[in-house]
């Protein structure tokens, strides 16, 4: 399951306003990826441009051997059909009610009985947990609960590839962190290739597999979680800390007077925050995708900022890894152990692992 | 090719102005977005709505739910508008024909204005002023809040699934309207010749296929059924371009209306004029 996308030399332009030029990247397929940029550097364009929704001025989108913006039509929407895509606020059909929104798909589609869609419908809105919501039409839920709905909704296919349009926007940290959890479970349960576009730091340092930056008009860095949180790129590590000190700035980028006077001042400690330690599935499952905390460190003889890989509750991951991975072999499909609530601390430890969709309930 | 309308729109849109000569260049790029690039998405979006007019299967209930939907929005404004638009004919035509002493003749100037011309205005006026402007409103939204972006991703073409059985069952109403215009007028322009004017039923009802025939009601349902697929489609197009929040489907309805206003007239215009280069008068 999963498939990769190859991007080669991508560039878009509205008229004469260039968003993005020359954006190459691999994301790896069944991984999970997170795409990050300051407002406006065309993010939700690129991943509307990855569904082929906009055309790019140049370059190539390979999935598998197709490539998405030479395409005709009529394979492009055979290939769409690979992508589960979950917009901003859901983007459910306002006419129809929960379950019709989540059934669409199954009934355009394909050939199965209602019951059968029926079963498949209430399976992934439990697995989002909306059970209930069925007859609820999506001006009279909440902003999260639409948001669960276009989830269930871009996952009736069992689509290869899931792209997120900012899960984060409007939502409050907790269900933010809910809804990574439901991601990371999801993942583990299906294996697609996830491209997440955020703004949320904490998502982006925590769930993803990689991290990609665009700034200003470029991809300024692709690579492995560990990569970007240990880089010492100006941009990079001003973002990914959410920092005023860097060349980022408020509207644009800084100029070199006030990039001195910030120097002078001597505000920058030098010193990178340690790195988390990554968000593990809560349903008991192990993620393909996912690589062992440090390795990345280790196989490129980086030193990980002091503390680093650490948890809430003070276990060092990379001397827990291999005990959990051997405990998670040995249980597979039973419950994951008690002893290892995995990942930052990000849920309630109350809650019972080996669930699917555990995470979920809010 | 100055459009000072357009320019100065653009400077307030873009934030960073240039010198003179990037306003001169924006200027430009206005004119050469109304002048080419408008009309020519126009007729892609045309195009690919007739190819996709021919795809199965045909969205037939799509179709019956917005033929009712604008039948709901129409038929009352219609015969508003018409009941005194047949009046202010009988009140003007018959006003002239009493001074030129064919009163035995109002029967048939009332059927030759009202179907001929007026009920094919009427019906342009209400098939882009009602039903456009609700279409665009309603695929304006959708565009707005990505549910058509959505029906792309799930591998669903909206303009089969959207934009083909709006734009038919506007024709088909507008077919339907034209026909009511006509009936409503005709009965409002005999109230008020009989009543009000003083004119003799016998005289209006005997003479009201002296000049009338047949092709005079074939062209007028065919000029509605064009105007309904006119404003179908701009509405369709103008909706599908709506961008930035709600002020943009105001501004897409908006320019919805007015240039289906400027369209169906230009197309009522040509039409009667082929009409009457092709179709000879009834000889009295």
Same mark, same amino acid.
């Given at each position: 399951?999963?498939?990769?996308?190859?991007?080669?030399?991508?560039?878009?332009?509205?008229?004469?306003?260039?968003?993005?030029?020359?954006?190459?990247?691999?994301?790896?397929?069944?991984?999970?990826?997170?795409?990050?940029?300051?407002?406006?550097?065309?993010?939700?364009?690129?991943?509307?441009?990855?569904?082929?929704?906009?055309?790019?001025?140049?370059?190539?989108?390979?999935?598998?051997?197709?490539?998405?913006?030479?395409?005709?039509?009529?394979?492009?929407?055979?290939?769409?059909?690979?992508?589960?895509?979950?917009?901003?606020?859901?983007?459910?059909?306002?006419?129809?009610?929960?379950?019709?929104?989540?059934?669409?798909?199954?009934?355009?589609?394909?050939?199965?009985?209602?019951?059968?869609?029926?079963?498949?419908?209430?399976?992934?809105?439990?697995?989002?947990?909306?059970?209930?919501?069925?007859?609820?039409?999506?001006?009279?839920?909440?902003?999260?609960?639409?948001?669960?709905? %276009?989830?269930?909704?871009?996952?009736?296919?069992?689509? $290869?590839?899931? @792209?997120?349009? =900012?899960?984060?926007? *409007? +939502? /409050?940290?907790?269900?933010?962190?809910?809804?990574?959890?439901?991601?990371?479970?999801?993942?583990?349960?299906?294996?697609?290739?996830?491209?997440?576009?955020?703004?949320?730091?904490?998502?982006?340092?925590?769930?993803?597999?990689?991290?990609?930056?665009?700034?200003?008009?470029?991809?300024?860095?692709?690579?492995?979680?560990?990569?970007?949180?240990?880089?010492?790129?100006?941009?990079?590590?001003?973002?990914?800390?959410?920092?005023?000190? %860097?060349?980022?700035?408020?509207?644009?980028?800084?100029? $070199?007077?006030? @990039?001195?006077? =910030?120097?002078?001042? *001597? +505000? /920058?400690?030098?010193?990178?925050?340690?790195?988390?330690?990554?968000?593990?599935?809560?349903?008991?499952?192990?993620?393909?995708?996912?690589?062992?905390?440090?390795?990345?460190?280790?196989?490129?003889?980086?030193?990980?900022?002091?503390?680093?890989?650490?948890?809430?509750?003070?276990?060092?991951?990379?001397?827990?890894?291999?005990?959990?991975?051997?405990?998670?072999?040995?249980?597979?499909?039973?419950?994951?152990?008690?002893?290892?609530?995995?990942?930052?601390?990000?849920?309630?430890?109350?809650?019972?692992?080996?669930?699917?969709?555990?995470?979920?309930?809010? | 090719?100055?459009?000072?309308?357009?320019?100065?729109?653009?400077?307030?849109?873009?934030?960073?102005?240039?010198?003179?000569?990037?306003?001169?260049?924006?200027?430009?790029?206005?004119?050469?977005?109304?002048?080419?690039?408008?009309?020519?998405?126009?007729?892609?979006?045309?195009?690919?709505?007739?190819?996709?007019?021919?795809?199965?299967?045909?969205?037939?209930?799509?179709?019956?739910?917005?033929?009712?939907?604008?039948?709901?929005?129409?038929?009352?404004?219609?015969?508003?508008?018409?009941?005194?638009?047949?009046?202010?004919?009988?009140?003007?035509?018959?006003?002239?024909?009493?001074?030129?002493?064919?009163?035995?003749?109002?029967?048939?100037?009332?059927?030759?204005?009202?179907?001929?011309?007026?009920?094919?205005?009427?019906?342009?006026?209400?098939?882009?002023?009602?039903?456009?402007?609700?279409?665009?409103?309603?695929?304006?939204?959708?565009?707005?809040?990505?549910?058509?972006?959505?029906?792309?991703?799930?591998?669903?073409?909206?303009?089969?699934?959207?934009?083909?059985?709006?734009?038919?069952?506007?024709?088909?109403?507008?077919?339907?309207?034209?026909?009511?215009?006509?009936?409503?007028?005709?009965?409002?322009?005999?109230?008020?010749?009989?009543?009000?004017?003083?004119?003799?039923?016998?005289?209006?009802?005997?003479?009201?296929?002296?000049?009338?025939?047949?092709?005079?009601?074939?062209?007028?349902?065919?000029?509605?059924?064009?105007?309904?697929?006119?404003?179908?489609?701009?509405?369709?197009?103008?909706?599908?371009?709506?961008?930035?929040?709600?002020?943009?489907?105001?501004?897409?309805?908006?320019?919805?209306?007015?240039?289906?206003?400027?369209?169906?007239?230009?197309?009522?215009?040509?039409?009667?004029?082929?009409?009457?280069?092709?179709?000879?008068?009834?000889?009295?």
């Amino acid at each position: 399951m999963g498939v990769e996308i190859r991007v080669e030399g991508l560039t878009k332009a509205f008229g004469r306003q260039v968003i993005w030029q020359d954006v190459s990247l691999t994301i790896p397929a069944g991984e999970i990826s997170v795409l990050l940029g300051p407002s406006g550097t065309g993010k939700s364009v690129f991943l509307k441009t990855l569904v082929g929704l906009l055309k790019p001025d140049r370059g190539h989108i390979w999935i598998g051997d197709r490539d998405l913006p030479n395409l005709p039509e009529a394979q492009l929407y055979e290939t769409r059909k690979l992508f589960g895509v979950l917009f901003q606020d859901g983007a459910l059909f306002g006419s129809m009610n929960i379950f019709d929104n989540i059934a669409f798909p199954l009934r355009e589609h394909t050939k199965k009985s209602e019951s059968e869609v029926k079963r498949i419908v209430l399976e992934k809105m439990d697995l989002v947990g909306l059970i209930g919501a069925e007859h609820k039409l999506p001006g009279e839920i909440s902003g999260g609960m639409k948001k669960r709905a %276009g989830l269930a909704r871009a996952l009736v296919l069992d689509p $290869e590839i899931l @792209l997120v349009d =900012e899960p984060d926007s *409007g +939502l /409050d940290p907790v269900r933010t962190a809910f809804l990574n959890q439901v991601f990371i479970d999801l993942n583990a349960q299906i294996g697609a290739t996830f491209l997440i576009v955020t703004h949320d730091i904490n998502t982006a340092r925590t769930v993803p597999d990689n991290i990609g930056l665009l700034y200003q008009r470029h991809l300024a860095m692709f690579g492995p979680r560990e990569m970007l949180l240990s880089s010492e790129e100006p941009v990079v590590r001003q973002f990914l800390n959410a920092s005023k000190i %860097g060349p980022i700035g408020m509207s644009e980028e800084k100029d $070199e007077s006030e @990039l001195e006077a =910030e120097a002078k001042m *001597g +505000l /920058d400690s030098g010193m990178l925050p340690p790195i988390p330690p990554q968000q593990m599935p809560s349903n008991g499952l192990v993620r393909r995708g996912m690589h062992a905390p440090g390795a990345w460190c280790a196989a490129h003889g980086v030193t990980p900022p002091p503390g680093s890989f650490i948890d809430e509750l003070g276990r060092n991951w990379i001397e827990e890894w291999p005990r959990y991975v051997a405990s998670m072999s040995a249980g597979a499909g039973a419950a994951a152990p008690g002893g290892y609530p995995p990942g930052g601390g990000h849920y309630p430890g109350d809650m019972p692992p080996g669930q699917p969709g555990a995470g979920a309930r809010y | 090719m100055s459009t000072p309308g357009i320019g100065a729109d653009q400077r307030g849109r873009r934030r960073k102005g240039g010198g003179s000569s990037g306003t001169l260049r924006k200027v430009g790029d206005g004119a050469a977005n109304v002048v080419i690039r408008e009309p020519g998405r126009f007729f892609a979006l045309v195009l690919d709505t007739f190819r996709a007019m021919f795809k199965l299967p045909f969205q037939w209930r799509e179709f019956i739910q917005q033929s009712w939907f604008i039948v709901s929005v129409t038929v009352v404004p219609t015969m508003l508008v018409a009941i005194p638009f047949g009046g202010i004919l009988s009140l003007q035509v018959g006003g002239l024909i009493r001074q030129l002493g064919a009163q035995s003749y109002t029967g048939a100037t009332a059927v030759v204005a009202i179907v001929r011309e007026a009920s094919p205005l009427v019906t342009s006026l209400l098939v882009a002023g009602a039903a456009g402007s609700a279409m665009c409103a309603d695929i304006g939204s959708r565009k707005i809040r990505e549910e058509i972006d959505a029906m792309e991703v799930l591998g669903i073409n909206p303009l089969h699934r959207l934009v083909v059985p709006r734009m038919l069952a506007c024709a088909f109403v507008a077919l339907f309207l034209n026909g009511l215009v006509s009936v409503v007028g005709l009965v409002g322009g005999y109230v008020f010749n009989v009543m009000l004017q003083d004119g003799t039923p016998g005289a209006y009802l005997a003479s009201f296929n002296a000049i009338a025939q047949l092709p005079d009601l074939l062209q007028a349902e065919f000029k509605a059924f064009v105007f309904g697929i006119t404003a179908g489609l701009v509405a369709a197009y103008k909706g599908l371009n709506a961008k930035g929040g709600p002020k943009g489907v105001g501004d897409a309805v908006n320019q919805t209306v007015v240039i289906t206003f400027m369209l169906l007239f230009l197309e009522n215009f040509i039409i009667s004029a082929l009409y009457f280069q092709f179709v000879p008068s009834k000889g009295m």
